[in-house]
């Protein structure tokens, strides 16, 4: 290869360092937000009540009432597993540090809130799917490489099926959403009188969720998510993306939270699809396609088949749209991921 390739590749042990964060991750029944904290006491008469102290996803120190009276056998037990998670997130986070310094993505404490309530919730075990820049992050870190990372208060959750959930609030997603502190509000639709399908901090924060659907054809409907008692933004070619997804991990300065994430391969070409649609947005495009680029040099140089696998699942349509990209994933790639390019280009013969 010659060139600037687009990715390194982590050393093996320090892939099995984040593995042991992902394992531990996996066997957090509830995730803690904000910081772990500490418990601490609060005297009421005679009586002794529990409290979690800890600092908030905006870095302001917050009490968490676990109530009492100390002495109580249920409250101790309760209080017991509390401890025990703050001892967890405690090791997770000194774990977290390590990977930080050795180049692995980092998400915002904002966005791991946002993420641990969504899986307290069951979002991501009953299907829904992280997309977007975080989901970028993530794929980064489970494929053990180190790239160029995006900057992004964007959120983006798919759901390509109705999901079975038990424990949703009256308020629905945006009661979910302020589970985790931040106040969140709906965003406006841009049609007058349409339902929201976003959600923001509230203020000039630009941190937001967008809820979104496969649409059935070319065009992006508003559509009805009952079990969240919510509405979604349609997205023409999603279902293709969602067709294949696995757990995986987001980490943070707060701890590490299991998410749900697409195949990389249909991440990467997905990138490419959705890079056409964007006609009024030349640098998100550009993102989609540089972004794109990277899982693909790496698939195509460590598992031989996974990209032209992608490329047969591309519904017919679509296909035309991909193969336009080429030329510009072609600057990226062949001076330094000739073979990955090669699979690519392969893979979309007609």
């Known amino acids: 290869m010659h060139g600037m390739p687009l990715y390194e590749q982590h050393d093996q042990a320090y892939c099995l360092q984040f593995a042991n964060v992902e394992q531990a991750a996996a066997a957090q029944e509830t995730i803690l937000l904000g910081a772990p904290g500490t418990i601490i006491e609060h005297k009421r008469g005679e009586l002794v009540y529990y409290a979690r102290q800890y600092m908030s996803p905006e870095g302001k120190k917050q009490e968490e009432n676990l109530g009492g009276p100390q002495g109580d056998p249920d409250v101790e037990a309760r209080i017991q597993q509390v401890r025990e998670r703050i001892e967890l997130g405690k090791g997770l986070i000194d774990r977290i540090r390590e990977l930080a310094k050795l180049g692995f993505q980092l998400s915002d404490n904002k966005t791991f809130a946002t993420m641990g309530v969504l899986f307290n919730h069951g979002l991501f075990q009953a299907g829904a799917v992280l997309i977007g820049s975080h989901a970028f992050a993530a794929l980064l870190n489970g494929l053990g490489i180190k790239a160029i990372a995006y900057q992004t208060e964007d959120i983006d959750i798919a759901r390509g099926h109705q999901l079975a959930l038990e424990d949703v609030p009256t308020g629905g997603l945006l009661a979910i959403l302020k589970e985790t502190g931040i106040h969140f509000v709906e965003v406006p639709a841009m049609t007058r009188g349409a339902p929201s399908t976003s959600y923001k901090q509230a203020g000039v924060a630009r941190f937001h969720v967008d809820l979104l659907v496969p ?136």
């Open 215 to 350: 649409s059935q054809d070319d065009t992006f409907p508003t559509v009805a998510v009952p079990e969240l008692n919510a509405h979604a933004t349609g997205l023409p070619y999603l279902a293709y993306l969602l067709g294949k997804s696995h757990m995986g991990t987001l980490i943070s300065r707060h701890g590490a939270v299991p998410v749900r994430v697409p195949d990389p391969a249909r991440f990467a070409v997905h990138k490419l699809l959705v890079s056409r649609l964007r006609t009024n947005t030349l640098v998100k495009s550009q993102k989609d396609v540089q972004q794109a680029c990277v899982l693909l040099a790496m698939l195509g140089e460590h598992r031989s088949g996974e990209i032209e696998g992608a490329c047969a699942a591309l519904p017919k349509s679509s296909r035309s749209l991909v193969r336009r990209v080429v030329p510009e994933v072609r600057r990226h790639m062949e001076s330094a991921h000739e073979g990955a390019l090669h699979e690519l280009e392969a893979s979309l013969e007609p």
